[in-house]
């Protein structure tokens, strides 16, 4: 396949230097900022040295909790999720309960490190977190914080008031050409947490790592051969088949991925991405998936995990190159950015209260034969239970459309960028009438106040960039 050619060709190049008959010129590239970084893995003997150093650095810590939002997060929930009673944790959430939740889970906070994790440096959602976090440890905090991001970042995080904070780059090689929803399997961002899930044995690690190069061969057979099949789909509406053991945390990495990479590319062309362990066919959407390719059995989810995340992201790669469409940048996510500037606290009003039953008229009132789906989009941090009445009632009520619920501000990193053009979905932002109110011990009330306002801003400033086609309500 020529597309696959041209993309091993650009991959660790500049933009300059690619021929003018290579696609990937244009969409292989941020402006002129190469994203290519992840087609070749690093050798093994660079990751070897990176994680010794990093072993150096985390010894006598036993808990981990990790900050990120978006591409920096989502991976490394899909890998706690397979290794149930690991000392890891995951905080993307400015809701105070969310923090709640975890601290609730962390046995010794001496002996806890919080990796924080933004590109960046300057996420807005993972710095208010890490300033939240900070009170835990009092004078010594700087002993319990590590930063992962890139080396241009560096300067911006001393800024930022984290000087003399341990930090390594998100790469293994130290370069900056891999955006977030890339950075798994080939970077720190998956292998650090997967170091400590395997009891930080760097042989079984190499094993493993290993194992996933040799695959890689039939992996790439295979993305080649199922973007031949889909090449003239007209809308970008993929069911994903993974695996019962992933299935819950790898959706909200698999929907990034598509969502963010090939959403409001092209005007009239959509993006919608289910993630089902029944293999079944979905009315308009293409089956993906490379369950025969790798082995089954205990010790093979991580393998397996891998594999699946480096066949998926070159089927998005050579599909939008038959599409001609950029999909390692994000143009329209900086839209609710930017409204969320214009705005202030004193611009924060409560939206319409209203309960479920409500919610569910207001919704069916809202529908027409254009609406194909319903994204609802919850500010706060939900409960299991809710999440589950809520869809469950959603589905009942909407009979052949489809609906998707998804937690924000991560949302906005994985799905705005699709949103901003889509006409076939209503979006409905509901907020919380009430968030954590009592004290957490050590830490600070008024960051928990200007992270709720935060998040608030943040739905807010979505739904004043989507209103024509949304929802707004607190709940």
Request: glycine residues 6%.
């Amino acid at each position: 396949m020529k597309e696959l050619e041209y993309l091993l060709v650009s991959a660790g190049k500049s933009k300059v230097s690619l021929t003018e008959d290579n696609p990937f010129k244009d969409i292989g590239f941020d402006a002129d900022k190469p994203r290519l970084g992840w087609v070749n893995p690093p050798p093994w003997e660079m990751v070897e040295e990176t994680i010794k150093r990093l072993a150096a650095v985390i010894k006598d810590k036993e808990e981990f909790i990790f900050v990120g939002i978006g591409g920096s997060a989502n991976g490394i929930k899909t890998l706690i999720s397979l290794k149930k009673g690991c000392p890891l944790y995951f905080l993307d959430s400015l809701d105070p309960r969310a923090v709640k939740d975890v601290l609730s889970k962390v046995k010794n906070i001496g002996r806890t490190l919080v990796v924080l994790i933004s590109k960046s440096g300057t996420t807005v959602e993972t710095q208010a977190l890490a300033g939240t976090l900070k009170g835990l440890f009092k004078d010594n905090w700087r002993d319990h914080f590590l930063w992962l991001s890139d080396e241009e970042a560096f300067p911006k995080i001393n800024y930022l008031g984290w000087e003399r904070v341990h930090r390594f780059t998100i790469q293994i090689d130290g370069n900056s050409d891999i955006g977030g929803r890339f950075t798994c399997p080939h970077t720190l961002i998956f292998l650090f947490p997967l170091f400590l899930i395997m009891n930080r044995d760097i042989s079984a690690l190499k094993e493993l790592f290993l194992k996933y190069l040799s695959s890689r061969e039939g992996i790439t057979a295979k993305a080649v051969c199922d973007v031949s099949r889909y090449k003239d789909k007209e809308k970008a509406f993929f069911s994903i088949r993974v695996r019962e053991e992933v299935v819950d945390k790898f959706t909200t990495w698999a929907t990034q991925l598509f969502q963010e990479s090939l959403g409001s590319k092209k005007e009239g062309f959509y993006v919608k991405t289910l993630v089902r362990k029944e293999e079944k066919e979905e009315d308009g959407f293409s089956l993906l998936e490379i369950d025969s390719l790798l082995p089954k059995g205990t010790g093979s989810h991580f393998l397996y995990l891998m594999g699946l995340m480096y066949y998926l992201q070159l089927f998005v790669a050579l599909y939008a190159g038959l599409k001609n469409i950029n999909f390692v940048n994000q143009p329209y996510v900086e839209e609710y950015k930017r409204a969320m500037r214009q705005l202030s606290k004193d611009d924060l009003v409560v939206p319409e209260k209203i309960d479920l039953p409500k919610l569910l008229e207001k919704i069916k009132a809202k529908l027409n034969p254009s609406l194909r789906f319903i994204e609802v989009v919850l500010y706060f941090y939900p409960q299991d239970d809710f999440v589950k009445k809520l869809k469950e009632e959603l589905d009942e009520m909407l009979g052949e459309k489809k609906s998707f619920v998804f937690v924000g501000s991560d949302w906005n990193h994985h799905s705005y960028q699709a949103a901003f053009l889509d006409k076939e979905t209503l979006f409905v932002i509901l907020t919380k009438e009430d968030y954590l109110s009592e004290d957490i011990p050590y830490l600070n009330k008024d960051n928990f106040c200007r992270n709720v306002d935060t998040l608030k801003l943040i739905s807010l400033a979505t739904y004043k960039t989507l209103q024509d086609k949304a929802l707004y309500f607190c709940i």
